[in-house]
């Protein structure tokens, strides 16, 4: 680690630092036993343009990525090998295998191998969440979702980055971490907070990953963050006592 690396934000401890880029960590705020990671660019206004996880092999290939010590289109998302996975199966089970070449045959196996050694890859159904997607202007609607980084980031058309607006953390706001920069349009404001662009409400374990809302969750939100008529906040404010949440 350079020793050039200035005082950190929010409390988080830099790990390692290169070509521009910081890895770092902090204890996370809703569970004593998980860590949560973030990479900045490193530049003249400060730590910028940060990514937050709560996985530790996510955010090292995150760094490895950012800072230019892998080439990302040598890698792939989860969907993507769960593809590759099937086609090399579905090959197979055609008849396709010409059995004589050894060099292609220990090359496929070997490649069967891998893939199904990798954590999160489910051929037959993958892994998904139920949510609320949030559009500006729009009311919430519930939606199942693919839970992986690509997906969301697909949804809120960007990088991401997540906060928790009730008190014990069981529940995540998923949005564009450049919306405001990039002058996307206001969506809602949520314990205080003025989220803009696509938003997806997600449930939160108490290991820190996303996860399902409930249907008591997913009710609850839908009315707490739905359309209403224009009212004067200095009269009257909703709040979810329960939940933690003040529009």
Request: aromatic share 8%.
């Amino acid at each position: 680690m350079k020793n050039n690396i200035k005082e950190l934000p929010n409390g988080y401890t830099p790990l390692i630092e290169y070509n521009g880029y910081v890895l770092a960590e902090k204890d996370f705020e809703y569970s004593d036993s998980k860590k949560q990671y973030v990479t900045w660019m490193q530049n003249d206004r400060g730590f910028v343009l940060g990514h937050y996880f709560t996985d530790k092999a996510a955010v090292e290939e995150n760094f490895a990525v950012r800072a230019g010590l892998i080439n990302p289109n040598k890698l792939f998302n989860a969907d993507e090998l769960a593809v590759l996975y099937k086609a090399l199966n579905d090959y197979d089970a055609a008849g396709n295998f010409d059995y004589d070449n050894k060099t292609l045959c220990s090359s496929i196996e070997s490649a069967r191998d891998k893939l199904e050694s990798i954590p999160g890859i489910d051929i037959e159904k993958y892994s998904k969440i139920k949510v609320l997607i949030i559009e500006p202007g729009q009311e919430p609607r519930s939606a199942e979702i693919i839970n992986d980084l690509y997906t969301l980031q697909d949804i809120v058309d960007g990088y991401i980055e997540i906060t928790h607006p009730n008190e014990d953390g069981s529940v995540a706001v998923i949005f564009n971490e450049e919306g405001k920069l990039r002058g996307l349009p206001p969506n809602r404001e949520i314990s205080g907070n003025m989220y803009v662009g696509k938003l997806i409400i997600a449930g939160c374990a108490e290991n820190g990953e996303l996860c399902s809302l409930d249907s008591i969750q997913s009710e609850t939100y839908k009315q707490l963050l739905g359309l209403k008529e224009e009212l004067n906040h200095s009269q009257k404010q909703i709040q979810d006592k329960g939940n933690g949440i003040v529009l």
